[in-house]
């Protein structure tokens, strides 16, 4: 496949996947007239700025993000099994929001989700650090297995602090583990987007170090890569776009593993075309997720982390053997 073939792809899918989530909050429980949009006091008007709108951004948002974090992971690990969750970010980030719902969610103002968030992601992943380090050298298989004992050390941890709170704040942390944009905080799009949109930056900047890491350490450090810090800078810039969109939206599950597998194999495996592809369709697709959530059993709502686990569960299940009969990543 040629570079040329490669970007007419990325541009129809972007395309594809802009017009699809610009769409997504003219669709509802009622259809909004486009027309309806653009005129001053009309109810329709304000029920798709005020409420589907943002949730919309959010959606799209939060899925790129998890899209890019879980790419930047697969090609680490060069296993494409190896996503935030197993890796024990997304736990990291829920052991610290739950603690925050639990001493009581008016702490440090608005930024207190985010600021609990980003703090247990950053503890997860200093684990994991010091875990692979403690073993010797900074070897991929090493802290594939950390993040995996990391992840379940921390779910029972989250589980605890469950436990120990009340009807309501259990009532409100189980919900929210299982991943919703309801009740959104319109306030915080701003945070999530610069936050997204650093790490696409960050990203982007060291695509050539993640094509050289995904071939081979060894063929990277002869190329004059340096490979524990490039790792080191990956693995704390993708947990931090893991711990911002945990923080807003719960820990939503599959969309790391889901997105940026099915762009590698349509694409290849070169990351500064592959980044522009996962991002759109990864935020395309958790904004399509959330439009199936509001409107599956309407009125009522669906945590988003349903629909994602009722297709991630198939594919994380057809990726594994594929896998097994590939004997490799990609």
Not at 17 to 32: E, R, V
Not at 68 to 75: K, L, P, W
């Amino acid at each position: 496949m040629t570079n040329n073939t490669r970007l007419w792809k990325i541009i129809a899918l972007t395309l594809f996947s802009l017009g699809l989530t610009l769409a997504s909050p003219f669709w509802g429980l009622s259809l909004i007239p486009f027309e309806a949009v653009w005129q001053p006091g009309n109810p329709d008007g304000e029920v798709f700025w005020m409420l589907r709108a943002p949730r919309a951004a959010a959606a799209f948002l939060a899925g790129a993000g998890l899209s890019m974090s879980g790419m930047v992971f697969q090609a680490l690990f060069r296993n494409p099994l190896a996503t935030p969750f197993t890796l024990g970010i997304s736990s990291g980030a829920s052991l610290g929001a739950s603690i925050y719902f639990w001493l009581g969610a008016g702490l440090l103002g608005g930024l207190g989700g985010l600021a609990a968030a980003l703090t247990g992601a950053g503890l997860s992943m200093t684990l994991v650090y010091l875990v692979t380090r403690a073993k010797g050298g900074f070897s991929t298989s090493v802290m594939l297995l950390a993040g995996v004992i990391i992840n379940f050390f921390f779910s029972s941890l989250v589980m605890f602090v469950q436990y120990l709170s009340d009807s309501h704040d259990s009532l409100r942390i189980m919900h929210w583990l299982m991943g919703s944009l309801a009740g959104l905080e319109t306030a915080r799009l701003a945070d999530l987007g610069f936050i997204v949109t650093a790490g696409a930056a960050a990203i982007w900047i060291m695509a050539p170090e993640i094509d050289l890491l995904t071939a081979g350490e060894e063929l990277a450090a002869s190329r004059g890569v340096k490979v524990g810090r490039a790792k080191v800078e990956l693995f704390v810039t993708a947990s931090v776009i893991v711990g911002a969109v945990v923080s807003l939206s719960g820990p939503i599950g599959f969309v790391g593993m889901m997105t940026p597998h099915v762009c590698r194999l349509w694409l290849g495996w070169s990351h500064r075309l592959l980044l522009p592809a996962v991002f759109f369709a990864g935020g395309c697709f958790l904004a399509l997720c959330d439009l199936a959530a509001r409107l599956v059993l309407a009125p009522a709502e669906i945590p988003i982390g349903i629909i994602t686990a009722l297709l991630g569960g198939p594919f994380f299940l057809w990726t594994l053997f594929k896998s097994a009969q590939a004997g490799d990543m990609f």
